[in-house]
């Protein structure tokens, strides 16, 4: 079982950026896929996350209106598409994967088991 992270990269303030979690199971099969982020010093951020069954969607309050979470159940890959980056968005952007645990506190990171090795994201001024 395995998450890839991928679409990471430098861009400039105001740009927009599309990473990507590949999923080595069908993500139908998963409860919800959650992305977070990292920056230097500071602990891991909830970004935004999707429960499959119902397509639920959840957003961090630093990033909404400015990023859209879906998936490709084809492809077996959730998509984070984020816009209006700002400098302070830089940071490792991962996705987890998570069961009905997650549920009562979708933005806890401890609940969350499966994890990719994460994506820079870096936007400079």
């Known amino acids: 079982v395995w998450l890839e992270e991928s679409g990471g990269g430098l861009v400039q303030a105001g740009d927009s950026l599309r990473l990507s979690c590949a999923d080595s199971?069908?993500?139908?099969?998963?409860?919800?896929i959650s992305w977070f982020r990292q920056a230097p010093g500071s602990e891991l951020e909830f970004v935004a996350a999707?429960?499959?069954?119902?397509?639920?969607?959840y957003y961090g309050d630093s990033v909404k209106g400015r990023v859209t979470v879906s998936g490709n159940s084809v492809a077996n890959t959730v998509y984070l598409q984020m816009s209006s980056l700002k400098t302070e968005d830089t940071a490792l952007y991962f996705c987890?994967?998570?069961?009905?645990?997650?549920?009562?506190?979708?933005?806890?990171?401890?609940?969350?088991?499966?994890w990719g090795q994460g994506t820079q994201v870096t936007v400079s001024s």
């Open positions: 999707v429960v499959w069954n119902d397509g639920r969607t």
């Open positions: 987890a994967a998570g069961s009905e645990l997650v549920l009562s506190n979708i933005r806890d990171w401890h609940r969350y088991l499966h």
């Open positions: 199971r069908q993500i139908a099969s998963r409860f919800a």
